[in-house]
């Protein structure tokens, strides 16, 4: 089996109080509303402005001390203020202001952590940001010879972009490590950075060297390459469509091997196949292979809409069969439908577990949509199954 082509690997703090949104605009049931809200200490999840702008947003105004009117005092998860201030029980003057109101009136100072604040709010907490993308941090762990100013150069010439920025750090999405892994291992073989970053601005209406977000162009998708003795059946449903005979059947089978032996030729050759398969299907419209290299064809022509057709029938006539779940999670996975890709490359797993690149399109999806802790099993999975494959050395990079 060959495998898919697809699109895989690798964009000062306000015044001391805010204006209020007009009442009129603010929703009745807006987590801050009629709240006057005081972070104390470094947000570790998003920015000090987004933060306040995210109050207003819902109802509430903010201000830069504690005051009488001070009703919710967010305590920073990011350590200290620049002024030197500690975000904890050892005591801010804001915090030691707030239970200062509070022991005269109990309560009128909600005092919650950042935690909180995020999950009223609707916002993303520091951990989970540091479980779903990749941290400066993190980026410098894994890659330690680009430095964090060289990282800060990338984001102003738009060649990486944070996902989310907070006051203590910044995160990436997996298609940015592309760019900083191909700076990364330029700059490890002695390329200097001004060199680097001009090559990077050559190729920016092309293809960057390593770039996650193109597809592979030559390789193909998985096909079936025999028959099988086992017809595919399913419970309660016609396993003729019209009355066929055993010599119909066998002529099937001929033009099935006849489109098998010419569909990874040249275009000529494919168009051959493609006639040979539809010929065998005319004959006997339950054979899942012919079904599956056909929608191959169209798939290596980006008939999308053909092929995904063909690979849901495939699906339907034979519900354990591997290559439509997992070819059909590639087109998903290149329409950008990655939900749907996951469900599709899930159970082509649970078919054939031992299938190496299903588990490396799984991982890399996984890491497209920021579930970078789900997708360490998967990398594991390649690095263990694959370990001279293409892309072992990727998978022993993102699987630690």
Not at 369 to 398: M, T, V
Request: charged share 25%; with cysteine.
């Amino acid at each position: 089996m060959t495998w898919i082509p697809f699109s895989f690997i690798f964009p000062p703090d306000g015044m001391a109080m805010h204006t209020p949104p007009a009442e009129a605009t603010a929703s009745p049931g807006a987590p801050f509303r009629n709240q006057i809200v005081v972070f104390s200490g470094r947000l570790a999840s998003v920015g000090r402005r987004e933060a306040r702008a995210l109050v207003e947003r819902l109802g509430g105004l903010t201000a830069d001390e504690v005051t009488s009117r001070t009703t919710m005092l967010v305590i920073g998860a990011g350590g200290a203020d620049r002024g030197g201030g500690v975000a904890g029980p050892a005591g801010t003057s804001r915090l030691r202001k707030a239970d200062r109101l509070n022991a005269a009136a109990p309560g009128s100072v909600r005092i919650v952590r950042e935690e909180e604040f995020c999950r009223l709010g609707g916002l993303t907490s520091a951990a989970a940001l540091e479980l779903q993308y990749h941290s400066v941090r993190q980026v410098r762990e894994r890659y330690p010879v680009v430095r964090d100013d060289q990282l800060r150069y990338l984001e102003k010439w738009g060649f990486v972009a944070p996902v989310a920025r907070s006051d203590t750090d910044r995160y990436y999405g997996f298609q940015d490590l592309g760019v900083i892994r191909q700076v990364s291992e330029e700059l490890a073989g002695g390329t200097p950075f001004r060199a680097v970053v001009r090559g990077l601005v050559a190729a920016r209406d092309g293809q960057l060297a390593f770039d996650f977000n193109q597809r592979t162009g030559d390789a193909h998708p998985v096909k079936v390459v025999a028959l099988t003795s086992q017809r595919p059946a399913r419970p309660g449903r016609v396993t003729e469509v019209w009355p066929s005979s055993s010599a119909q059947l066998s002529l099937a089978a001929r033009y099935f091997q006849e489109g098998a032996a010419l569909d990874e030729g040249s275009e000529g050759e494919r168009e051959r196949a493609r006639q040979a398969y539809r010929q065998a299907l005319l004959l006997d419209p339950t054979l899942v292979p012919a079904l599956v290299n056909l929608a191959n064809i169209y798939y290596a022509r980006d008939e999308l809409v053909e092929g995904q057709a063909l690979y849901e029938r495939a699906m339907h006539l034979a519900p354990e069969c591997f290559e439509a779940y997992f070819n059909l999670g590639n087109i998903h996975h290149d329409l950008g439908r990655y939900l749907d890709a996951l469900e599709h490359y899930r159970v082509a797993i649970r078919i054939n577990p031992a299938y190496a690149d299903a588990h490396f399109y799984l991982a890399v999806t996984l890491e497209k949509i920021g579930h970078s802790a789900e997708a360490k099993a998967h990398w594991r999975a390649y690095r263990d199954l694959a370990p001279e494959g293409e892309w072992a050395e990727l998978a022993k990079e993102f699987s630690d």
